[in-house]
């Protein structure tokens, strides 16, 4: 099996250290094939940039149609998600939605802890579009800038860790999720510290599409996910605009 583990970022950095992370959860036979984004930003954190990885993810599916069994879309407000579940084949699993999915089945109530103040609305609407409003005990997110993207996750450990047991001591969360690309990985080191469950985004994500991979379930035929009509476009990327004429 083959895991198409989409960064939409463009810093390769972030996809190493997503690749890192969902290795050590998959099985034996499942192979993690990652892909950074060719052009866009090094992080998205707007939603005008979540707008942008959005379509370059639809492109980079595309390019690779055929060639996996189930992606990953590898940023936390899971840019582009929809789009892609209604016009390719394959299961496609949005890392947001797969954390707090995962984080659903061991409470009631999931709180979201991230390292910027910037990412805080995106992630609200992020959460509202999939329904979880209920579920979502609230969003914290710490102040302050930081040295780098890349090593942002080893210089805030202590202050994502006091964060996160805030967040459940305030809002009585029983699981918390730490979101956002660069934090890949932390769930595994600070777990100990950290008073209910932690969910790592990532390997929640990669089990997630193993799975749907395995169960094999058939591409929509009716209804707001099924693939629409073939339509000629103009400008788009050459796999893309083939994908969307259905000559894909």
């Known amino acids: 099996m083959k895991i198409l583990l989409l960064n939409p970022n463009t810093s390769e950095s972030l ?31 707007t939603r005008a940039e979540a707008q942008i990885g959005g379509a370059i993810a639809l492109e980079m599916l595309a390019e690779r149609a055929g060639s996996y069994d189930a992606a990953v879309i590898a940023a936390f407000g899971d840019p582009g998600l929809f789009a892609a579940r209604e016009l390719f084949e394959v299961p496609v699993v949005g890392m947001a939605e797969a954390a707090m999915l ?14 910027a103040s910037a990412l805080g609305p995106w992630y609200q609407e992020c959460v509202e579009m999939h329904g979880m409003a209920d579920r979502c005990a609230g969003i914290r ?23 996160a047991n805030e967040a459940v001591a305030s809002t009585q969360a029983d699981v918390v999720i730490l979101a956002g690309a660069p934090l890949a990985g932390l769930a595994a080191k600070v777990r100990e510290r950290i008073l209910v469950p932690v969910i790592d985004q990532v390997q929640a994500a990669v089990k997630q599409a193993e799975t749907l991979a395995l169960l094999r379930p058939l591409k929509a035929r009716t209804g707001s996910f099924a693939r629409p009509a073939g339509k000629e476009s103009v400008g788009l990327a050459g796999p893309l605009a083939e994908w969307i004429a259905r000559r894909g």
């Open 15 to 45: 996809t190493t250290r997503l690749l890192a992370a969902a290795v050590q959860v998959v099985g034996p036979d499942t192979q993690i094939v990652p892909a950074t984004a060719p052009r866009g930003v090094p992080y998205i954190s």
């Open 102 to 115: 995962t984080a659903c089945m061991l409470g009631r109530r999931f709180a979201i802890v991230t390292f």
């Open 141 to 163: 997110m710490l102040d302050g800038a930081f040295r780098s993207i890349s090593d942002v996750q080893e210089e805030k450990e202590e202050l994502l860790v006091a964060l």
